[in-house]
């Protein structure tokens, strides 16, 4: 069965500093896609990044990047120079293409508080 | 575009009472979910359609039934509403492509309270 672990349940960081939040899977399949979504405090989510199983480049936007490791079943996410728009639960999430649905298997979310 | 919409916003029932939740999108997706947000708990799948006519169970269907009749629209049931089932919930909806997942588009949320 598949699953995703956010270990992180809640960060506290000050203005500018950096910040990674760590996702961990689980599957069995081969061919899987991982997603970030960010819910600010106004509650909607909000996609970050979709990732399949056989691109394993780092990706970067603005200030944030990802990392995706096959080798520890990681898919880290940092923010770079954090800003207070910045606080906001961040979940990982994990689609299986054997699923058919590719229903998303979500972790339990990261809490991130931007100290200004 | 309105995208993923839900209705209604807020609600609030006594045990035992029914209700429907409403998820209308308007990307002419195929795949459509309903899922719940609990704290701590993250988002667990209820139900989800492949397309209009079709609906599967997902993580945590007891309690719930879904329909979808037609393309753009997603209905969640609560037949005999339990405090259990206080949580918000929300719908989304994706492209539909052989051999790719795409991301899901989520609708703001419904708050839902049984007392």
């Known amino acids: 069965a598949q699953k995703v672990t956010q270990a992180q349940t809640e960060i506290s960081v000050v203005e500018k500093e950096d910040v990674t939040l760590d996702c961990v899977y689980e599957?069995?399949?081969?061919?899987?896609?991982l997603f970030w979504y960010k819910q600010p405090p106004s509650g909607e989510l909000v996609f970050l990044i979709r990732?399949?199983?056989?691109?394993?480049q780092n990706e970067i936007s603005g200030r944030y990047s990802w990392n995706f490791q096959k080798s520890t079943s990681s898919f880290n996410f940092t923010i770079t120079a954090s800003q207070v728009v910045d606080s906001a639960v961040y979940f990982c999430a994990l689609s299986e293409e054997g699923a058919g649905s590719y229903q998303l298997t979500f972790g339990k979310g990261t809490k991130l508080s931007v100290i200004p | 575009n309105a995208g993923v919409t839900q209705t209604p916003k807020f609600r609030v029932l006594k045990t035992g009472q029914s209700m429907t939740l409403l998820c209308a999108q308007d990307?002419?997706?195929?795949?459509m979910y309903w899922y719940r947000q609990d704290p701590g708990m993250g988002l667990r799948l209820i139900h989800y359609s492949v397309g209009e006519g079709t609906t599967a169970k997902g993580e945590v269907p007891d309690g719930y039934n879904v329909s979808r009749l037609k393309k753009q629209n997603f209905l969640l049931g609560l037949e005999s509403a339990a405090p259990s089932q206080t949580s918000v919930y929300f719908c989304?909806?994706?492209?539909?492509?052989?051999?790719?997942?795409?991301?899901?588009?989520f609708g703001p949320g419904t708050r839902l309270t049984v007392t």
């Open positions: 990732r399949n199983s056989f691109d394993e």
């Open positions: 990307m002419n997706h195929e795949y």
């Open positions: 599957t069995r399949d081969t061919t899987y896609y």
């Open positions: 989304a909806s994706s492209y539909r492509r052989e051999g790719t997942a795409y991301e899901q588009y």
